[in-house]
């Protein structure tokens, strides 16, 4: 080696953290770096040249160090990643982690060894650590999984209650003939054990029925909270008679001192319909939801509700003030009226690619002539069809109407 390829060699060395070492066939020592010469004890590296392990560990180590490198000297082969425990003559220890392997003259004799060692006394004193407290860990595991166990009972109870906040039966209008005027039917689905979808069909009076779906932001319990706390807002509201963009308008201001803060963005979209049978007489207002699809199988149309943009008001609970319009359209016998979640039309199959509103309003107009009841199901499943799922990957809920008779009677019989 050349003067200024030693001087190379030692500069790199000397700035290597790792303890480096050359030592010949009787395994004593050529060269060592800084790091090596302060790890074994020795003022300078220079101090270590001819030394060899015997002079400075335990005999029980200096000797399976020494056979180690006799295997290496007969076989050639390298020796990687040893973890050992070396001992000192005056009796402090460390562990170290040694890779050594065959040094070689140019015409490839072996007449020595390399070695490298990398001092992992920290992370084995960790490792005992660890080991010492294994059995408080398993300890603490075991209330864990009880804990966890006492959650998925608690989640299982609070989907029950949820089911229960959906309706439980359909108010009934029937005519003077003993006709029933209209049909209502919903379908809800959570993507966990509780979701953030709901809907609600409530009786306003002898004529009107009020219909309202909406979709918390987000998944699980923290959704769930806002549809129960919109469901209590909703029973006590819909009391009073009030138009659809009141309603919204009223459900807006009371929601949001309950979902804003400052560590939180909470909001729900909503869509909330009014049908009257003494009219047929659709009006409705929507917060950030999608627009219903109106079904006229007779003419076989399907489209979004003709609702111009202007009465297109934001989610629930982003301003506090907001007044939300209400718009108004008439219905005619056979007319459908369906309103959904964006777990719907958001389904995403493999390759990235939603459903869509315009494939979900094909999905309609394919079935259009089916009853609510066997229509919702077609949707769900023309989903799973695209995704290749049982579950949508989000919550889903679907509510809608079938007009199925005009009345201009001024009264009608009501069933709850």
């Not at 070492?21 to 302060?38: E, H, P, T, V, Y």
Request: net charge negative.
């Amino acid at each position: 080696m050349m003067p200024k390829d030693a001087e190379l060699l030692r500069q790199l060395m000397d700035n290597m953290t790792d303890n480096i070492f050359f030592k010949d066939l009787n395994s004593r020592f050529i060269m060592m770096n800084k790091a090596c010469a302060q790890w074994d004890g020795f003022n300078s590296p220079h101090d270590a040249v001819g030394k060899s392990d015997f002079d400075l560990f335990t005999p029980e180590f200096a000797q399976a160090a020494r056979e180690d490198e006799l295997h290496i000297f007969a076989s050639g082969q390298a020796l990687t990643c040893k973890e050992e425990h070396a001992e000192w003559e005056d009796g402090h220890m460390k562990w170290i982690s040694t890779t050594k392997v065959p040094l070689r003259n140019p015409e490839g004799k072996i007449k020595g060894c390399i070695g490298i060692g990398r001092d992992i006394t920290a992370l084995k004193h960790k490792e005992a650590e660890l080991e010492a407290t294994s059995e408080m860990l398993r300890q603490s595991n075991q209330q864990l999984q009880l804990m966890n166990e006492q959650m998925a009972e608690d989640l299982q109870m609070a989907a029950r209650l949820q089911q229960a906040f959906l309706p439980q039966n359909y108010p009934v209008f029937l005519s003077e003939q003993n006709q029933s005027l209209i049909d209502f039917h919903y379908f809800y689905e959570s993507d966990s054990a509780i979701g953030g979808d709901y809907c609600a069909i409530h009786r306003l009076d002898d004529h009107r029925a009020g219909l309202l779906i909406c979709d918390a932001i987000g998944h699980g319990v923290r959704a769930a909270l806002i549809t129960g706390i919109i469901r209590a807002l909703f029973d006590n509201i819909t009391r009073e008679p009030r138009s659809a963009g009141e309603f919204l308008t009223s459900l807006n201001h009371q929601l949001y001192p309950l979902l804003q803060s400052e560590d939180a963005f909470l909001f729900a979209t909503a869509c909330c319909l009014i049908i009257d049978l003494r009219s047929s007489e659709l009006s409705g207002a929507i917060a950030g939801h999608p627009i219903p699809f109106l079904i006229r199988p007779e003419q076989e149309l399907v489209s979004p509700l003709p609702v111009d943009e202007s009465y297109l008001g934001p989610a629930l609970a982003i301003h506090k003030e907001f007044s939300y319009d209400t718009f108004s359209l008439p219905l005619t016998q056979g007319d459908k009226v369906v309103m959904v979640t964006d777990g719907i039309f958001e389904a995403v199959n493999e390759s990235g690619e939603e459903l869509g509103m315009p494939q979900l309003q094909q999905i309609l107009f394919q079935h259009r002539d089916l009853p609510l009841k066997d229509l919702f199901p077609r949707i769900i499943q023309s989903a799973r069809e695209h995704t290749q799922q049982q579950k949508l990957g989000d919550d889903a809920c679907i509510l809608g109407l079938s007009l199925n008779t005009l009345s201009l009677e001024p009264k009608h019989h009501f069933i709850l």
